[in-house]
């Protein structure tokens, strides 16, 4: 099962795309599409549609698991974010991959064991599942990577 992983944001975009074979996990191939801030909002959503469409069309993942959204004390970025993910998860929707949506706390618990973990604790599991010899950077590719593992060791009936 090939499982993409998305870290929404709109400056921001972590996807890691994970190959699961039984228990076995390797990652295929993980990044992030970053946008510019100084360019107008409709230009950024445009962008972040049209690559992960690409990486759709490319890989053509069985299914994506996207972290919930959550609003913090800032509403300006909270509502950036849910724009930024409404166009992923449109153009999912659009290439007919199931979506799968997870908490925070459940991917921590997913990946690390406790769903109170440290950032740091999340990243080295990721590593330490994947083979990898280094932490994937930026932070949200990671995260990424996180939701695809976190999925392929949860998968469960719950769709978007």
């Known amino acids: 099962m090939l499982i993409l992983g998305i870290d929404p944001g709109l400056a921001t975009v972590g996807f890691g795309l994970v190959q699961k074979n039984g228990q076995d996990y390797r990652a295929v191939e993980y990044g992030a599409i970053i946008t510019k801030p100084h ?13 992960m469409s690409e990486l759709l ?6 299914c994506m698991a996207v972290e919930e959204l959550f609003f913090n004390n800032n509403t300006t970025t909270a509502i950036d974010v849910a724009m930024a993910r409404g166009v992923i998860l449109l153009a999912a929707n ?15 618990s997913s990946v690390a ?11 080295y599991m990721v590593r330490l599942m994947l083979g990898l010899k280094e932490t994937p950077k930026p932070d949200d590719t990671a995260d990424a990577l996180a939701l695809a593992l976190c999925h392929g060791t949860r998968i469960t009936n719950y769709k978007v």
């Open 113 to 123: 064991g406790y769903g109170r973990a440290e950032k740091s604790q999340v990243q």
């Open 57 to 62: 069309r490319r890989h053509r993942p069985d």
């Open 39 to 51: 360019r107008m909002i409709e230009s950024r959503l445009s962008e972040i549609y049209d690559e």
């Open 94 to 108: 659009k290439a007919g991959v199931d979506i799968y949506e997870y908490t925070p706390l459940e991917v921590k």
